[in-house]
């Protein structure tokens, strides 16, 4: 007997660590899952790579980055790597060592980037740069995390700023005449290259061993400084001059003298020296440069101005005209912060103090020409020829258009987010009210009218409804419910919509509604038509900051022609008209006829999507209907509405039937499958409580082994399964089952829309369909159908 006691015991810790090794797994690959969906909403490639190279997560844009193949990242980085040099590890080191470099420390620990430039694919045959980044990963050991961006357009811009900098170094060291810095010993610090050429050596052999007395023609007085070429002290001084050859010229310098403060105040002059002997050539020359440049500066493609110390206006080039749609003599003098945002003059001033006592800055402003724009600003400092700056070269790109679409597409990619996002939390509130209702009808069933408890079990079962009916709207917001016109009366939509417009628009709005008489039905879809009230009310509750009014207006209206309303044409015949007019701040005409538009949108980057009203504008045209706006500026806005009327005079009103109370009861076999085990138990005993034999199965895996192999289940009736569940979903699982019993009748249960399951099923025989959440007679009902023993 205690032998006996011992083993069940030892079988009982066996069947508990089994559970809890189920449970953890199944948490694993919902932790897999979660991250897998985490890394597909990043527009970026992400990969996890085993310490073999082996692929453990890859999010949806790695597919697209490796030409439709899905493969390492590594090897696919490796095959199509340009020969060009990187920055990591310098320019002697190639693209193939930088790549295996990267690789190497990550395995060892350190994380790091490279620039790598990429042959074209056959989809996308140009070259492309990307920044890889290699992190190690911590789990599983050995792990490695790959991440690719695209950032071409970053170094195509830093090439062309790089080119045009070389240029201007190239114009001062071969400019017509010549620059030198000597210290207070004489000796040469600085030696451009037109007066190395003069003296017939380099720079290099001047500042490396000679001095400025060196290079004199005639001895000067002993009472010279060594840092002058005379012993009078003037700022223009006339010379002769000798080179290396014995070739002697005249020479004018001008010089000025200074303490070089970065190296504890030693004295350096700043001079300038023309080539007197050719002066009319040297002038030629100047003149010719000087045409160069200008050629140079008037056709670049980019905006470029010069500033003087304070910001303001000494010259700008045809393409800064352009840019803001104005002409050179009505910018120059002028500071440049007079076509910056109000807003961003702050950081224009801030880019221009940190260029003139560092390197180069850049800063993305917003210019406001004819046009607002966005603009990179790039900006080089003029050296005023005594260490300080004299002014600024200041270099626009315009990337209005790759700002927009970069916006464009990161709002997109937002509303898609949120869209999945709204859809699977009213999917688990679904099945959290499916429960609510349902255990509510079941307490129904014991106290009756006059019962202490049935007041309180009806408000719990009135709340659920009321929250069931937001999930619904909720829904509506991220477009995922079932799309089916019908016919409906718009005064009810409103009267049910009018507690969650109360809630969006806050405390602070007056809401009013105002609901005609013997207004006609409309044939639409309701949740389409929700979602257009809704938008244009957060629409004006976002143009009411400070508070203010909202009212919603329907009545009818009837043309017998065609009517012109701001641009639309509204066709003749019967409309129910919705009017939703606010106190706001109002639109301005040059934005009415954009505002339709998708991705136009007049509020601050984050506020808004752009797609409100472009969605709102869709929707009415399906319906066959006409919207129009009016607005004024301060004043208020009115949207107003044509929806046609499917009710005509005289026609009397179709009130919907009113079934009367049926016997929902029954008999048959029915297995129902549902993973949520609140929504399983409601559901199994609602329908024993109507008499059939309910078979019970919490996963798709455990139904499909009770049919095998339970001989109970030989002659079921009817299958009622949820569509998610964790590895084999209801879709799967009626495939599997239809292979044996191909007649076998199905219910779907879902928080999901019909349509996301109808495309995975199709239109099959005996497939049915009962939204989450439902109450106890809605299950009967539908059930009691399918049976065929009675109409739902």
Same mark, same amino acid.
């Given at each position: ?74 090897? /696919? ?20 060592? %930088? ?34 980044? /290699? ?90 400084? %060594? ?11 006339? *010379? ?37 002997? @050719? ?23 980019? %905006?470029? *101005? ?56 850049? %800063? ?83 106290? @009756? ?82 979602? /257009? ?252 159908? *399918? ?6």
């Amino acid at each position: 007997m205690e032998t006996l006691l011992i083993w069940q015991a030892v079988a009982g810790l066996a069947v508990s660590a089994a559970l809890v090794a189920g449970v953890f797994l199944w948490r694993c690959r919902e932790a897999q899952m979660r991250l897998r969906a985490l890394l597909d909403t990043l527009p970026e490639p992400h990969q996890l790579l085993d310490a073999q190279g082996r692929i453990l997560q890859a999010n949806a844009s790695c597919a697209d980055f490796c030409d439709g193949r899905l493969r390492p990242l590594d090897a /696919v980085l490796a095959d199509r790597l340009a020969v060009t040099p990187t920055r990591l590890g310098g320019d002697s080191e190639s693209s193939a060592e %930088a790549l295996a470099r990267l690789a190497t420390n990550a395995r060892n620990g350190a994380g790091g980037t490279a620039e790598l430039r990429l042959r074209g694919t056959a989809s996308k045959p140009e070259e492309v740069w990307v920044e890889v980044s /290699v992190w190690p990963a911590g789990m599983p050991r050995g792990a490695l995390l790959w991440q690719v961006s695209d950032i071409t357009t970053r170094r195509q811009m830093e090439s062309t700023i790089q080119a045009e900098q070389r240029r201007l170094v190239d114009l001062f060291e071969r400019a017509p005449i010549g620059f030198y810095s000597v210290d207070g010993q004489g000796r040469f610090r600085f030696v451009n290259q037109t007066l190395a050429e003069w003296l017939g050596r380099t720079a290099e052999d001047l500042v490396a061993g000679a001095a400025l007395h060196d290079v004199l023609a005639e001895p000067p007085r002993p009472e010279t400084p %060594a840092y002058a070429p005379v012993a009078e002290a003037d700022d223009q001084i006339e *010379v002769k001059l000798r080179g290396c050859d014995g070739e002697v010229f005249d020479a004018l310098i001008v010089q000025a003298v200074a303490a070089d403060e970065e190296e504890g105040g030693a004295l350096r002059t700043r001079s300038v020296v023309r080539h007197l002997t @050719r002066e009319r050539a040297a002038a030629e020359a100047l003149a010719d440069s000087e045409r160069r440049f200008k050629r140079f500066f008037d056709e670049a493609p980019i %905006a470029i *101005v010069e500033l003087d110390r304070g910001g303001r206006l000494r010259e700008c080039n045809p393409a800064f005209e352009t840019l803001l749609g104005l002409k050179g003599q009505d910018v120059i003098g002028q500071p440049l912060g007079r076509w910056v945002a109000e807003d961003e003059r702050t950081l224009l001033r801030e880019t221009l103090v940190a260029s003139s006592t560092g390197p180069g800055q850049s %800063a993305d402003l917003r210019l406001r020409g004819v046009r607002e724009l966005l603009c990179t600003l790039s900006v080089s400092v003029i050296d005023d020829g005594a260490g300080k700056p004299g002014g600024f070269v200041c270099h626009l790109l315009d990337t209005t258009e790759q700002k927009a679409l970069e916006v464009q597409f990161a709002q997109s990619q937002k509303m898609q987010a949120v869209g999945q996002l709204a859809g699977g939390i009213a999917h688990d509130f679904n099945n959290l009210l499916t429960a609510m209702i349902g255990f509510s009808d079941l307490l129904l069933l014991r106290h @009756r009218p006059g019962d202490q408890s049935f007041a309180d079990i009806m408000q719990i079962k009135q709340n659920a409804n009321r929250a069931a009916n937001l999930v619904r709207q909720l829904l509506a917001f991220s477009r995922q419910q079932t799309l089916q016109p019908r016919m409906l009366n718009v005064t009810d939509i409103l009267a049910e919509l009018s507690h969650l417009l109360r809630r969006l628009i806050g405390e602070t709005i007056e809401l009013d509604m105002v609901h005609g008489r013997d207004l006609g039905q409309v044939r639409a879809d309701q949740g389409q038509l929700e979602q /257009v009230i809704i938008n244009l009310a957060v629409n004006a509750r976002d143009a009411m900051s400070g508070g203010g009014r909202l009212i919603i207006r329907t009545y009818n209206a009837a043309f017998e022609t065609p009517q012109r309303r701001k641009g639309e044409e509204v066709a003749a015949g019967d409309y129910v008209v919705i009017e939703v007019s606010d106190s706001g701040c109002g639109i301005s005409q040059a934005n009415l006829d954009r505002i339709f538009d998708p991705f136009f949108s007049t509020k601050e980057v984050g506020e808004g999507t752009g797609l409100g009203l472009s969605t709102v504008y869709g929707i009415v045209k399906q319906t066959g209907g006409f919207i129009v706006v009016d607005s004024e500026l301060d004043t208020g806005t009115t949207f107003t509405i044509y929806l046609p009327r499917h009710l005509r005079r005289g026609e009397p009103v179709v009130e919907p039937e009113v079934r009367d109370a049926r016997d929902l009861t029954g008999i048959g076999s029915v297995l129902l499958v549902e993973d949520e085990d609140a929504v399983r138990s409601f559901s199994a005993r609602a329908l024993r409580n109507k008499g059939y034999e309910v078979h019970e199965a919490r996963s798709g895996e455990a139904a499909l082994d009770m049919l095998r192999n339970d001989g109970n289940l030989a002659e079921l009736d009817l299958l009622v399964t949820d569509v998610v569940m964790p590895r084999l979903d209801g879709p799967s699982l009626v495939r599997e089952v239809r292979q044996d019993r191909p007649k076998l009748k199905v219910i779907f249960i879902s928080g999901y829309a019909e349509d996301s399951f109808r495309q995975r099923v199709g239109e099959e025989e005996g497939i049915h369909f009962l939204p989450k959440p439902f109450t106890l007679k809605q299950l009967a009902g539908k059930v009691k159908e *399918v049976m065929g023993e009675g109409s739902a």
